[in-house]
């Protein structure tokens, strides 16, 4: 009893007390650091009224309005399937989107970043307005055809659903390549607008699905049996497009370790795939290893001898060469020269001392004679 007790007081003690705030509990009952004073934290533990913008990230540049409340305590979760219906208009009542059933997965960056971040502080049927700046809009490249560059967009969007992402091993490998390639085709997207953080984060997701799974779960099992050749390799092969595609991300943000890693996963399925050869002698070169890149452009250029990109870069590299070539050769001269300074110098030194022993000997000798003739002069004169 005394023991039921004991627990029941401390339940009665872990729970929110009257008056205390949602951020007081998880900061103190949940021993959770965080700074409640934080904007994307006030945005998504703080009650707003309807009507009342939200500055999500507190410079003005992401805003947020209630126009129907949804079901309390449905927000989503990163990763969960989202079905939304958009409208986004720009300043001038211009409608330059429009989606009835747009499915995303949160966090993955499927949707402008705006849209991404304050997605995540709705609720399941909510309707609200985002106010999105062009830098988590569509920036200064803007979108064709009808969204012009330094665009400020104003969304209306609803929440319809939020669910839960399937287990990857639950899936086939046909279903996992549709979604590994959508991916893929997103990282590109970002890419080509030169972002190529965000590139690098849908490559990533893309890998999740199109490696194959370790754990194999009975379902799992009983579809790999039905799976063919030709499936399994057509999942290599996109595997292979984005580790391609991952390196040239991470070259742009100047991460040649990781580049480099991502090339050596392609090549070691396809030693000849000419882009992963192409794209690890330019890592090599940016590097400083000119001769290694040199010898790996080689081999790209015996499989496709007519691409200029790679003829160029082997010119590029030909002259860094014959620079380092030189540059060796020149230090080993100045070794030996300094080597055969040091040899005449010693050389120098014994002939010296030779010199100056022949002085002491013909000195001593000298002075021997002029002693032995002054005695003898003395006898005689004597």
Not at 98 to 123: H, N, P, R, S, T
Not at 153 to 164: A, F, G, N, R
Not at 287 to 316: C, D, M, R
Request: net charge negative; proline share 4%.
């Amino acid at each position: 009893m005394i023991i039921e007790t004991f627990e029941n007081n401390k339940m009665e003690d872990e729970s929110i007390q009257p008056g205390t705030s949602q951020t007081d509990f998880i900061k103190e009952g949940l021993n959770f650091d965080i700074n409640p004073n934080e904007p994307m934290t006030k945005a998504a533990l703080n009650e707003h009224p309807p009507e009342e913008w939200i500055d999500i990230l507190g410079n003005g540049q992401l805003r947020k309005k209630v126009i129907k409340s949804g079901k309390n305590g449905t927000r989503p979760n990163r990763s969960d399937i989202c079905t939304l219906k958009i409208t986004g208009k720009l300043k001038d009542g211009t409608t330059v989107e429009e989606y009835e059933d747009l499915k995303i997965q949160l966090g993955d960056v499927e949707v402008i970043q705006g849209l991404d971040l304050a997605i995540a502080l709705m609720d399941v049927n909510e309707v609200a307005e985002i106010e999105i700046d062009p830098r988590f809009a569509y920036g200064s490249l803007g979108k064709e055809p009808n969204i012009p560059p330094n665009a400020t967009i104003l969304y209306t969007v609803e929440l319809k659903s939020s669910e839960l992402e399937e287990e990857t091993e639950t899936l086939n490998v046909n279903q996992r390549k549709e979604i590994g390639n959508k991916k893929r085709e997103r990282g590109n997207w970002w890419f080509t607008r030169n972002e190529p953080t965000l590139a690098i984060q849908c490559y990533r997701r893309a890998l999740e699905f199109l490696l194959p799974t370790e754990s194999h779960t009975s379902y799992q099992n009983e579809v790999e049996d039905t799976t063919t050749d030709a499936e399994l390799q057509a999942l290599l092969e996109d595997r292979m497009k984005v580790y391609n595609n991952l390196a040239a991300a991470q070259m742009k943000t100047q991460a040649y370790d990781a580049a480099l890693k991502s090339v050596e996963s392609v090549l070691s399925c396809q030693p000849q795939n000419v882009k992963a050869l192409f794209r690890k002698g330019k890592i090599l070169h940016y590097k400083g290893e000119h001769a290694l890149a040199y010898q790996t452009l080689l081999q790209a250029a015996k499989l496709e001898p007519e691409t200029k990109a790679i003829q160029s870069e082997l010119a590029i590299l030909k002259e860094k060469n014959a620079k380092d070539a030189q540059y060796e050769k020149n230090l080993y001269r100045k070794m030996l020269g300094a080597h055969k300074n040091g040899n005449n110098s010693q050389k120098n030194t014994k002939e010296q001392k030779s010199k100056n022993s022949s002085k002491l000997t013909w000195s001593l000798i000298g002075g021997a004679t002029a002693a032995i003739l002054s005695v003898f002069l003395y006898r005689f004169v004597s």
